[in-house]
């Protein structure tokens, strides 16, 4: 086939492709530009974004060109709308032209760590790292392999989660994971010392996210699960331009305030093209250990409402549990240390619901280009 009818069928499929904005295709829209086929069958264009433009059409394109035959690759460059109309950025200091800043790295697939799934929280509390390691410990134990790296750099819990603080080693130069319950475990808090506060600009935390991503033997897994700390910040991101990610899963309590800043960090994966694979209600409800009954502490079903506005499934609510955090300062999981309880059986559908869901997922496209 020649260059040219390649790039005939090429155009005619992203011609398939529509912008909800505006119902026209990205072609006709000028979304694309600068597309070329060289002999081998590899494709590169730009893809242009306005900030009402979902960041997932850039995903459909690359889609839609990847199923043409012929196409041997897809290189898609993504920019927004104001940098290709060459105005430049000014500090919103002085009003002087300020430089732009340099492109973010492209994130690697690294299909060694098997599907790699973020966790995150809104806000702070509402127990994500407890969700993490338990989730973690509930995949190992139905005989999965599984990472788990810790990226709540202000504050790494997940080792006291497990029970271990040694250092790790270094062999080859490579980073040596430290394993408990059948889970090899990264964290901050296995290198620096206890009291050592994390007082950190956006290019360390990158590079710290980079070097756990990289450098560290984790071998063959199935599952890579990364918890990380609260909000939309550096971590965030950082790992977004890393490492593609199949998904994240949010973490919330019941109540409004909670789920708002859910909401939030829920929209934050949306707009740089990662699925967000489903919502956990932690803190949902409350069982008495005595007569057994159900009793909703916070205002109930927020976590419901965030999936149903998100349209995403609500994968588990996991009730409040006497004692829950005793076993996590001892370095228990409670799906490890009372795999019965209403607590750890929560847990354990949680690891069985999030299974089904990203058996299907691929990972996010590369983002070339920040939103902001």
Not at 38 to 58: K, M
Not at 126 to 149: E, I, P, Q
Not at 356 to 361: N, P
């Amino acid at each position: 086939m020649s260059a040219h009818d390649l790039k005939a069928r090429v155009e005619q499929a992203l011609g398939g492709v529509r912008n909800p904005r505006n119902g026209g295709d990205v072609l006709a829209s000028h979304m694309v530009r600068d597309l070329d086929i060289d002999e081998t069958g590899g494709v590169s264009f730009t893809f242009v974004l306005t900030r009402d433009d979902p960041a997932s059409l850039a995903r459909q394109a690359r889609k839609a060109v990847e199923g043409v035959a012929g196409v041997s690759a897809v290189k898609v460059t993504i920019r927004d709308v104001a940098d290709m109309a060459g105005a430049p950025r000014r500090s919103p200091v002085s009003g002087t032209p300020a430089p732009a800043p340099p492109p973010p790295p492209t994130p690697d697939e690294l299909p060694g760590l098997g599907k790699v799934l973020a966790i995150s929280s809104g806000k702070g509390g509402v127990g994500k790292s407890t969700v993490s390691a338990n989730l973690a410990a509930a995949l190992a134990r139905a005989g999965h392999r599984v990472g788990l790296m810790d990226a709540d750099i202000y504050g790494p819990n997940i080792p006291r989660m497990f029970g271990r603080n040694e250092k790790p080693e270094v062999q080859g130069g490579k980073i040596q994971p430290l394993e408990a319950y059948g889970v090899k475990l990264m964290s901050l808090g296995l290198i620096v010392e206890r009291d050592a506060p994390a007082i950190w600009r956006g290019p360390i935390i990158m590079k710290i996210i980079q070097q756990f991503v990289r450098d560290v033997a984790w071998g063959q897994l199935d599952y890579f699960l990364v918890d990380l700390p609260p909000g939309t910040g550096d971590a965030q991101l950082s790992l977004t331009q890393i490492v593609r990610l199949h998904g994240a899963v949010i973490v919330t309590t019941p109540q409004e305030m909670a789920v708002g800043d859910s909401l939030r960090g829920a929209k934050m994966f949306e707009r740089v093209g990662v699925k967000v694979v489903g919502i956990v209600e932690n803190m949902s409800y409350f069982v008495c250990p005595e007569c057994h009954a159900r009793s909703e502490v916070f205002l109930a079903g927020g976590g419901g409402r965030l999936a149903a506005e998100l349209g995403v499934p609500l994968l588990g609510q996991i009730p409040l549990q006497a004692g829950m955090a005793e076993l996590a300062d001892r370095g228990t999981p409670i799906v490890v240390g009372e795999p019965d309880s209403p607590a750890a059986v929560a847990l354990t559908e949680l690891a069985r619901a999030v299974t089904t869901r990203v058996a299907g997922l691929a990972p996010a496209l590369p983002i070339t280009a920040m939103p902001r």
